[in-house]
């Protein structure tokens, strides 16, 4: 026989499982279907049975502002910059480019050991630099020096962290073009792909819960997004309510892989959607489309406490590197499609010359102009000695422990019982 | 206190100290599987104690992240067996990132505690004690406490240290022993290995739950064999305490070193080749 206390207990939990359907994240949102209760779904039962999939929805847009003539198409969304940023912007990616010349150049004399260049890729770099907020901590693959670069940092810092040489910041440990500097709020790039990704979110966290008003920014290509650390960063971010921009440079290649092989469904930008990020895709060789993709979600990412992410699209006009030869791999049509047609700084370009802000005469003296700064900046990066070589030794830790002290007294006696055999001259001090 | 409510407590003085220590894992919110987060969310709110994803290598990347940005993370990986998703971001980015950032920039705050060890029924998979792939990779510190009153001050020592540090944490030792543990703030000191027994024919080495294993020779090699045994426990992994060690052995000449994990490439095998090197090379005598 049931007790009257019994029975009180399961009329409470009856009513405890019909509340549930009315409590948030449980809501029916069809008036006429049955919603399902499950904790974190949002749904509705179905007799059909069908497996769902990315080609049967629609594919993602892709937001510009200009077309490929330069031509704003609509007015509305033309950003509000004033007629000196654009220039300056304008002349940030001509100094690019030709800075990424004569590096590549500098490389092939074997001046220094490495280099990548942005070519393709200066004005997504520029244009989503330009919207941030100038504290707003960022963190790079190594494709972004365009982004350092609108910072501040200049061309003799980025050509001293190539040549690793005494006006190094980062004391000559790592590989040319990881560029970092403290005082422009961008952490030194990693060569290991993908782990930044996180970072940026543990970054946006501190800020959230120190309530700074900035956000976090970091880029990667479309390969690194494969990485582990991205799905895991992109997670995160979402779950724990992230202020960080994601911005995925999709260039078509990860050295040699296609995007292809890299990844099916709808590009990054679905895949971001799906973690409950909010999503645009944009022509990244469209200055304007980045630089207001880019300050949009910078301003709601702080308002909202939410992350935001990026896709964009900005095809690699170079090598992947210079051990590299593009052409064993990239279709010769395709390659000479997006010069042709591509090329983002010429677009640019006919955009500011219709603004009767530049001319062929602005730009002639402006390219020899740029290639100056790059030539001088190169004569005196050139000249320095190379770091201390007891910078091997130090800032493991933040004091040196017993036994690291140990090895570097032997390693210092070694060098200095056969100083004749070691380079010594070209180093700062010993 | 037991060892995980020293753990707790470490924790609860860390939140307390400083406000922008987060403490965060898989189920930490709750109190973690272990209980050693029990109490901290509702008392410091769910912004600083809280759930992540279950991603070790997203909890470590993102308490990097953290640090960097100058707060405080106190990240747990839910068992030191799992810490391998977290390995590329412990030793290529934690790690190295003082250095290779030409010390601009640094994740020094940054502390990673995991339980480890056998236990008894966890088999291959909870049972595990990784400290020396972690021993081999410079700019980490590694910090294993033998019960409550060392947990608290060496876990406290790690969480202030201007280094990240990996806290592992012998499992067993949770509920196996209680000892008096001020339940103010204070700390223990990181590389400092301590002589628990004095003695004179050989020295014992040990860390985390062979120390209690180790004391036990002690007792039976007195009794059956008449050795009197030096005990000492490292604490600090690395970077470990090699004057304690070499001293000790220049006076008792014999060392016999205990770890729970494999054989090959442990940490004893670093600790035996360096004390034989140091009692020829180095004046310790
Ligand atoms: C973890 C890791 N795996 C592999 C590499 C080698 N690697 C360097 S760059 C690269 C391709 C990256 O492509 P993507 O992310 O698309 O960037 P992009 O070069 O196109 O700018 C690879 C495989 C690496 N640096 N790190
Ligand atoms: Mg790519």
Redesign the interface.
Known sequence: MLKVSSLLNIATKLKNVCSIVNMAGYRQYSQNREAVVFPGIQSHYTEEMVFSDIQNEEKMDTFRIMNLKGKVINKTMEPDLSNETLVKMYKHCIIHKHMDKIMHELQRQGRISFYMTSRGEEVLQTGSAAGFHPED?LFGQYREAGVIFWRGFSVYDMISQCYSNNS????G??MPV?Y???EHHF??M?S?LG?Q??????????????NKNLC?GVYFGEGASSE??AH??F??AA??KCPVIFICRNNGYAISTPTKDQYSGDGLAARAKSYGISTIRVDGNDILAMYAATKQARELAVKKNKPYFIEALAYRLGDHSTSDDSTVYKNAEEQEYWLVQGDPIPRFRKYLQDKGLWDDKTEESFNKEAKKEVLTAFKKADKQLKPNPNFMF?????EM????Q?QHQDWRKHILENADKYPLANHDQF | MNLFESITSALDCALKRDPSACVFGEDVGFGGVFRCTVGLQEKYGADRVFNTPLSEQGIAGFAIGLAVAGATPIAEMQFADYIFPAFDQIVNEAAKFRYRSGNLFDCGKLTIRAPCGAVGHGALYHSQSPEAYFAHTPGLKVVIPRGPFNAKGLLTACINDPNPCIFFEPKILYRSAIEEVPVGDYSLPLSQAEVLVEGSDITLVGWGTQVHVLREVVKLAQEKLKVNCELIDLRTILPWDEETIAKSVAKTGRLLIAHEAPLTGGFGAEIAASIQVSLITRAYY
């Open positions: 901590l190094d910041l980062l004391k440990r790592n990881h970092g500097s403290k952490v030194p990693s290991c782990t990704i996180p970072h940026a979110v543990g970054v946006a966290y501190a800020n959230k819960i120190k976090s582990g650390d895991a960063a997670n995160f779950v724990l130090t800032d493991v830790y933040k422990p017993e036994r690291l140990n």
